[in-house]
């Protein structure tokens, strides 16, 4: 569904990816793990368009998409969660909600039923329903974060890029955005997930990619890579 | 001796000009929000919205004999779409590379200059003489209590509020107008939902210059048109959206009813000469006890 061929993306001069390649099937859930710096983020940003590749090729089902502006990548059924949230403050849960159908809501992807849609996140997010009304910036960190992958999923992307959604939550909140990617996994839905907790996204993925300096220094299935000594020492740390 | 009367009357003709301002200032912040930019030739557009209007209106009346007041209401709409379109001009060439090149300056100097060059096209086109507009509703003030109104004046404060009102509106209740404010609240990621986020920008430029061209048919029955007329009201309508803040609806009402005001009084009771000294006085304090002004949220650049 996602084929990423030799990706080279930076900041200005800086380079950060040197080349990398991987591939997200239909119904998968691939995790992108690695330590802090490593390129993760930039990775998801080069493939939502927040940043310009320099080279290199994305596709979505067939499709090149490298190089087109973000609301383009967005019509083409790229939904990306981003770091740090990005909920709009001064719009209320339903409205951020309603934002993430925007290409539905304005016939540039097929509209299917939004309302529909609606309701199932706040089957699945039950918090976002009780602050349906409420502005987004009154919300806590980790319904923030319910609300931009809820956002995200309003697309019906064929892909969702989820960037750290654990980042900075409490542990309970942490098993929770767990526990959702499983239920979404279950659901099909086809996800790229860039965690810092490498141990517990291996737990759920069905194929792992270790990031190291801007480079795919190992892959395989998550199954093979939890039980890989490198990997272990390196980013499970002892106590797995 | 003061004469309660004539304050009043100061203050009711104060609040009218001062509508005019805080509309046009309406129309700064529109660009502020989505691009964190402005057009200074703001007040050029209010005068290529006045004389168009002006130009509409008298054809409308010479050549169709048509009466003033339903002219007036035909060119509404034409000028509106002028605005628009003039609008949408400045930001095409004078704001999107400024904006892609993440120039800090670039935009200033262009729509200064695209003002400038606005101001030289209106003076060849309709010299530089001043023109009555032809009014549509009676000259014959309205009197309450001793306070004489213009039916003009009302229809100034009536038409800015519901303007304001109408683009509020747009943003809470539409998909585009909500678009609009997400991209006022995090640019890439209004993108990241499927916003084209240039087109957002070149729209509030486009909305901007109409509240411009809307404000300069509001105004222009009660003082003159002219190609002269934009220069001090644009720069009076900054003033004003420094002092209410460039963020917030309420401020620039408020900024502009007590620039207007002020203006009035000091005309009066002190000199025309210096009529524009306290409103500048009052900006001067703002920016060094209250930068974001009045009623902004804080719109200082984070170093």
Known sequence: MLTVE????????????????????????????????????????????????????????????????????????LAHSPEGRRVFPVLSVEDNLVMGAFTRLTGSRPKGDVKADLARM????????????QLAGTLS?????????????????????????????????VEEVFSIVSRLKAAKVTMLLVEQFAAAALEVADFGYVLENGRIAASGPAERLKNDPAVRAAYLGAAH | MFDFQTFIQLVVSGISVGMIYGVVAFGYQLTFATSRTLNF?????????????FTIMTQLASHLGIPMPLAYLLMLPLVLMFGMAQGAVVEWLGVRQAIK???????????????IIFKNLAENIWGRDTFTFPAPLPDAAIQIGG?????????????????????????????????????????????????????????????????????????????????????ALGLKAFAVAIIGGLTSGVGVVVGGVLLGITDRLTGYYISTGYQDVPGL???????????????????????
Not at chain 1, 143 to 169: C, F, I, T
Request: with cysteine; net charge positive.
């Open chain 1, 6 to 77: 030799k990706l080279v993306a930076g900041y200005g001069k800086v380079r950060v990816l040197h080349e990398i390649s991987l591939d997200v099937q239909e119904g998968q859930l691939v995790t992108l793990i690695g330590s802090n710096g490593a390129g993760k983020t930039t990775t998801l940003r080069a493939l939502s368009g927040m940043i310009k590749p320099e080279s290199g090729s994305i596709r979505i089902g067939g499709a090149e998409i490298a190089g087109l502006e973000s609301h383009l990548i967005t019509r083409r059924g």
């Open chain 2, 101 to 115: 090149t993440k120039s800090e300056a670039g935009w200033i100097m262009a729509t200064i200059a695209l003002g």
């Open chain 2, 281 to 303: 006085v009052l900006l001067l304090l703002v920016l060094s006890f209250k930068p974001s002004g009045l009623f902004g949220k804080s719109a200082i650049k984070k170093v």
């Open chain 2, 41 to 53: 030739g703001q007040g050029e557009a209010l005068m290529l919205g006045s004389l168009a209007g």
């Open chain 1, 122 to 133: 706040y089957e699945l997010f039950p918090r976002l329903a009780e602050r349906r009304l």
């Open chain 2, 147 to 231: 306070i004489r109104i213009l039916p003009m004046e009302v229809l100034i404060v009536c038409g800015a509020l519901a303007l304001m009102a109408a683009v509020e509106l747009f943003n809470r209740r539409s998909i585009y107008g909500k678009a609009v404010v997400a991209t006022s609240a995090d640019i890439g990621a209004a993108g990241l939902m499927g916003v084209n986020t240039a087109q957002v920008i070149t729209l509030s430029y486009a909305l901007s210059s109409l509240t411009a061209a809307f404000a300069g048919v509001l105004v222009a029955p009660v003082t003159l048109t002219g190609a002269s007329l934009g220069s």
């Open chain 1, 141 to 173: 960190g980790g319904e923030q974060q319910m609300l931009a992958m809820a956002r995200a999923l309003m697309l019906n992307p064929k892909v969702l890029l989820l960037d750290e959604p654990s980042m900075g939550l409490a542990p309970k909140l």
